[in-house]
């Protein structure tokens, strides 16, 4: 940020706020509830025009991966009788009740466009105008962005090429021959429900295997136990994954799909891998429904080439590539990021050349998003609270 993004000193504003979150989903909520109840007075800018943005955009089969219990905002559970893996309207309508019960003060419409450094508080350039805090904590998601491949030859494909976050309704691909890339905890989402259509044909190109979970082992939710399995050594915790795996679907290499790349809980530190969930798409490779291939070399016009040099002819082909943070224009100057664009501290870590910045929200977590939330949350309200930086300056 420059000073000739200011026109007169007039347009400056005087008063630094105590704390200003980026991001109104459920790291930003969170975290923003806990510094409050730390006595932090608290913003919260989102940009969209109402909460939970990314889940009314999801298709409308779209659960949650992880466990009712596990999944909930700070002292709010979900009502009687919600299933054990809520729907994303159930999810939705929690996001905006924990708001209400607790007036959290969301502020819509507000994008940020740039963060800078002062000193002693940061400058948050946002489309209503400049903001002054001493503590900005970023809460905007790790998957902000869609990330879809550049593979040689996609734009004169002839058929249809979508990300897997506009999935759609799976009946909309009854008849279809359908091709999905990627087979992480996307592409698997979508398998799953693609399992349960009538398509042509379904191919999942895989250039390495997942961490693969069950949603259940008989009456039992698997990620109730993530809890403790986030507490073992992540050795250990990557052989208890890689042994669960095997026992309860077999030796998935024997159906085309290679070995994963590294131990599950490993890959979630180092590379920010997310574990598949398993709900009816192991049974249709089984069953020669969905056919595992090779990754991509390039798309034809008419059909892909894969990296064996066989050719398919998918009418739709849907990329479960990833997301990006989408991080860089706002904090892309000050050297927080790595080569993903994914912050290089979280939670209650910071860099100490830049006090007074957090990150939330960015890495994937074994106890999921929504615990993790609150984790993260505490963690970072107890480090403003407990230092003399939240307090409001008078003046610059």
């Known amino acids: 940020m420059t000073d000739t993004t200011i026109r007169s000193v007039a347009d400056l504003p005087t008063t630094v706020e105590p704390a200003i979150v980026i991001g109104a989903g459920a790291a930003g909520l969170a975290v923003a509830h806990a510094l409050m109840n730390a006595g932090v007075p608290t913003a919260i800018l989102e940009k969209e025009s109402r909460l939970a943005e990314p889940w009314h955009r999801r298709h409308q089969q779209l659960h949650l991966n992880t466990h009712r219990d596990l999944s909930s905002l700070p002292g709010l559970p979900y009502p009687p009788g919600t299933p054990a893996f809520p729907h994303r309207t159930v999810v939705i309508r929690h996001m905006n009740d924990f708001r209400e019960e607790n007036r959290l003060p969301v502020q819509f419409g507000v994008a940020v466009e740039e963060i800078a450094f002062k000193g002693d508080h940061w400058a948050v350039r946002t489309s209503a105008g400049l903001r002054l805090a001493r503590n900005v904590v970023v809460a905007t998601g790790r998957d902000s962005q869609p990330f879809t491949p550049e ?6 494909f002839a058929g249809r090429i979508i990300h897997s976050a506009d999935f759609g309704d799976a009946r909309s691909y009854a008849g279809q021959r359908v091709l999905v890339v990627g087979a992480g905890n996307s592409g698997f989402d979508a398998l799953n429900h693609l399992a349960g259509i009538d398509t042509a044909a379904i191919w999942l190109s895989a250039r390495s295997g997942p961490a693969l979970l069950p949603k259940r082992i ?3 939710a698997v990620h109730r136990l993530s809890p403790f399995m986030a507490r073992l050594p992540l050795r250990v915790a990557d052989a208890v994954m890689a042994a669960t795996q095997r026992l309860v ?13 590294g131990g599950g809980a490993s890959r979630l530190t180092s590379d920010y891998t997310a574990i598949a969930a398993d709900d009816g798409a192991v049974s249709a ?27 398919i002819h998918p009418d739709i082909v849907i990329a479960a590539t990833g997301y990006r943070t989408g991080l860089e224009p706002m904090v892309g100057t000050l050297g927080v990021l790595d080569a993903k664009g994914v912050p290089l501290f979280n939670g209650g870590q910071a860099d100490p050349k830049l006090p007074g910045l957090w990150f939330t929200g960015m890495r994937p977590s074994i106890r999921g998003c929504f615990a993790n939330a609150g984790i993260l949350a505490k963690a970072i309200a107890r480090r403003i609270a407990g230092s003399a930086s939240h307090q409001p300056g008078a003046s610059r």
């Open 151 to 156: 593979w040689k030859g996609m734009k004169d």
């Open 218 to 220: 008989g009456k039992i």
């Open 249 to 261: 679907f077999g030796d998935l290499t024997k159906f085309g799909l290679p070995p994963a790349r």
């Open 285 to 311: 490779i089984k069953a020669g429904k969905i056919t595992v291939v090779p990754g991509i070399r390039e798309f034809t016009r008419d059909g892909v080439v894969l990296a064996n040099g066989s050719l």
